[in-house]
């Protein structure tokens, strides 16, 4: 899992194609945002993908406040790829 993740940290191409995928299948409502319902099942879903411990409710709010740069209460492509790329590092700093 490690070499994967570093590949695609060094890989722009890779690393967008990945977030365009988890950010779609998020966009629920197809409006080019995610709401927090939806990142909640995201967050989920990259936790298991990754087997990481799944955060808790007030842990997914906490990482929502933290990433919604603009308050609007919802995710914008943007603010999930930099998610993302950070969430990508920590678990490579971590192992």
């Known amino acids: 899992m490690e070499e994967v993740i570093q590949n695609l940290l060094e890989?722009?191409?890779k690393f967008e194609i990945?977030?365009?995928?988890?950010?779609?299948?998020?966009?629920?409502?197809?409006?080019?945002?995610?709401?927090?319902?939806?990142?909640n099942k995201v967050i989920n879903e990259i936790s298991d993908d990754l087997n990481l411990e799944m955060?808790?409710?007030e842990?997914?709010?906490?990482?929502l406040d933290k990433i919604d740069l603009n308050k609007d209460?919802?995710?914008?492509y943007n603010e999930f790829k930099i998610f993302?790329?950070?969430?990508?590092?920590?678990?490579?700093d971590e192992c």
């Open 11 to 13: 890989n722009e191409e």
């Open 18 to 39: 990945i977030a365009q995928s988890l950010f779609k299948d998020a966009d629920t409502g197809n409006k080019h945002v995610i709401k927090p319902k939806d990142f």
């Open 55 to 57: 955060p808790s409710e």
């Open 59 to 63: 842990e997914i709010k906490k990482i």
């Open 73 to 76: 209460g919802k995710i914008e």
């Open 84 to 92: 993302l790329r950070n969430l990508f590092k920590e678990i490579l």
